[in-house]
């Protein structure tokens, strides 16, 4: 059904009509497009009021002479498949926007104010809705679907250039895709190479996941790398921050595409895989919370589309494809749940579906698929982390409900459980005990373990405290070694040469983790009995909120768990002291460590800053 739908893009002239005299613009760009009235100051009152100071011009006064009126354009009609059946155009047929000089970051921030002014609600919601063909009607049950849209070749002239690009896609494969597998690299190979020799017949879906991945690759690299060199402006002096500001322009152009393409109302499987980068990209960089109507939004496509059904006539290579993003939709599901949030995730296992392979994807052929090898392959994470899931479903529910204070045989059943899953990392990565050093896999049995100890703590947080009725000794020894654990492998992250291409996870998830670890490790150390000896902790929470400190500048979970940290070892040794209603409100908050979205609030962060600085 997909392939019967179009979408417009911008790019062929109408039939010249009669001469008419250029009316004299008046406007900046904005008011003229949204109709509104322009004081013609520079910025004008309008864009202040709508932040839109940067890309508020008045034309030139050179540019007020009379002539021809500029070719106008209308919309293609094309074929919104896998790949697009468009009739190649020369710059002459289009609307092509010719490249500003400069460097690349000026250009593509220049270029996509240009190209997508208009993606905000509040500029969908003031201008007029254009005249439309009636033929397009169904365009409109989609909320971005008014006003202009840019050209394929526009939007395309906004990716890094060529060098820099494939290097992002090949540093992807080699270091990134591991860890979260929902591509089959030799296809996705082939639709690059296509996209590649002919440009303008790619679907704007895929192009959308070409984005997200050189945005989230971008943010994976060291800004230093000098075959990125081209990316930044000349004379730059801060690669960290442009590296960051390119990122996320290259991601709202993802976003960007997937809007042209109607994705609210027609999608196909690069729209799945798309939207799956997009979540798994601000996870990792962003906030995980911010990911939950996206999240939503890609469980219902992948229903429709089938993903999690066994669809017959379709190649071994398509079926593995789609039962991959499901799985990498479950593992974003996991994020979800036990980092923000006690929600109960167990409607998802009621959901009937073939899990993948767990083999290498030059095992995966058009004629069948080998099996599975005892060796670790390129889908054994996945695999772990899908059973992951469905202990931490089970575990979220158990947490959320009235037997969370059970001391019996469900504490014991899942304590057991994590523990079965920690051994099986261990025969799978480890070497007696000791990292494997020739591959990655040291690195993904880090990334396993933070979450075996992220829900150790979950299970044990109502039994740690000895002020109340259901403490229990050892579950108060499970948070701190746990917690610890979590904090060893932050730093294992931020400093040991083998893992030095996955310092990004400091980014995003692993912080969130590490922090969860902190406040665990901070309420069960004011709990301890003086005699304990809390320095080495006390150190190494010291050295935890240094390290989001210098994180600080390129991610906003690093910044704002700085903060708190800050906060919790200004307090250290103050347990018995006077506290105000408000302060009191605070520490309360921290002593829940089910829902991290309260410690991320402006407010709350806020109110921190002003006591630290008191």
């Not at 408000?582 to 460590?593: G, L, Q, Y």
């Amino acid at each position: 059904m997909s392939s019967c739908h179009s979408v417009h893009i911008q790019g062929q002239s109408q039939s010249p009509g009669p001469y008419r005299r250029t009316r004299k613009p008046i406007s900046c760009d904005h008011c003229r497009y949204s109709k509104l009235r322009c004081d013609r100051q520079q910025p004008c009152g309008s864009c202040k009021k709508r932040g839109r100071e940067d890309s508020c011009f008045l034309p030139a006064k050179s540019g007020l002479t009379s002539g021809p009126a500029k070719s106008q354009t209308s919309p293609v009609q094309v074929p919104a498949g896998p790949a697009r059946a468009v009739e190649p155009r020369s710059a002459t047929r289009g609307q092509i926007l010719t490249a500003t000089p400069g460097s690349y970051p000026e250009r593509v921030r220049t270029e996509i104010n240009g190209l997508f002014p208009e993606s905000g609600w509040g500029s969908v919601l003031e201008r007029p809705v254009p005249q439309s063909d009636p033929a397009f009607a169904p365009d409109t049950l989609s909320p971005f679907s008014m006003g202009q849209q840019a050209s394929l070749q526009n939007i395309i002239e906004l990716l890094p250039p060529e060098h820099c690009r494939d290097y992002l896609v090949s540093h992807y494969f080699n270091h990134i895709c591991a860890l979260f597998p929902i591509l089959h690299g030799p296809t996705f190979e082939k639709q690059y190479t296509a996209f590649r020799q002919q440009p303008l017949e790619v679907d704007l879906s895929w192009l959308a996941l070409l984005f997200s991945m050189c945005a989230l690759t971008l943010s994976a690299t060291e800004p230093t790398d000098p075959r990125l060199a081209d990316l930044w402006s000349k004379g730059c002096v801060n690669q960290a921050e442009q590296a960051i500001a390119v990122s996320r322009r290259l991601q709202q152009t993802a976003m960007a595409c997937l809007l042209q393409d109607q994705f609210f109302t027609r999608y196909k499987f690069s729209t799945f895989e798309a939207l799956l980068m997009l979540i798994y990209h601000q996870s990792h960089n962003e906030s995980v919370d911010q990911g939950w109507a996206l999240l939503g939004m890609a469980l219902n496509i992948g229903i429709a589309l089938r993903c999690n059904i066994t669809t017959e006539h379709i190649s071994p290579i398509e079926l593995e494809r789609r039962r991959r993003c499901w799985a990498g939709l479950f593992t974003l599901h996991t994020y979800q749940s036990i980092l923000f949030r006690d929600v109960d995730m167990t409607f998802l296992l009621e959901i009937k579906a073939s899990m993948p392979a767990d083999v290498n994807d030059s095992d995966i052929t058009d004629e069948g698929i080998l099996q599975p090898s005892s060796q670790p392959t390129q889908m054994s994470i996945m695999m772990f982390k899908l059973r992951l899931f469905h202990l931490s479903a089970q575990i979220c529910r158990h947490i959320s409900g009235p037997s969370r204070h059970d001391q019996g045989a469900q504490l014991k059943r899942f304590d057991e459980a994590i523990a079965a899953e920690q051994k099986l990392w261990d025969s799978k990565y480890m070497i007696n005990g000791s990292p494997k050093i020739l591959n990655s896999y040291y690195a993904h049995w880090c990334i396993l373990q933070t979450y075996a100890h992220h829900l150790f703590l979950l299970l044990h947080r109502p039994f740690h405290h000895s002020q109340t009725p259901s403490f229990i000794a050892a579950s108060r020894e499970r948070c701190i070694n746990s917690a610890a654990a979590l904090i060893s492998i932050h730093r294992d992250l931020y400093e040991v040469p083998l893992l030095r291409n996955f310092l990004w996870l400091i980014n995003g998830v692993v912080s969130l983790q590490a922090l969860h670890a902190a406040v665990a490790l901070n309420s069960c150390l004011r709990d301890m009995p003086s005699t304990f000896d809390t320095i080495p902790y006390r150190d190494e929470l010291q050295k935890l909120m240094l390290r989001m400190q210098s994180f600080s500048s390129r991610s906003k979970i690093c910044s704002k768990a700085y903060h708190v940290l800050d906060h919790l070892q200004a307090h250290v040794g103050t347990r018995n002291h006077q506290t105000s209603s408000s302060e009191a409100h605070v520490e309360d908050i921290f002593e829940d460590w089910t829902d991290m979205r309260e410690w991320f609030d402006d407010d709350l962060i806020n109110w921190v800053r002003s006591m630290l600085h008191n």
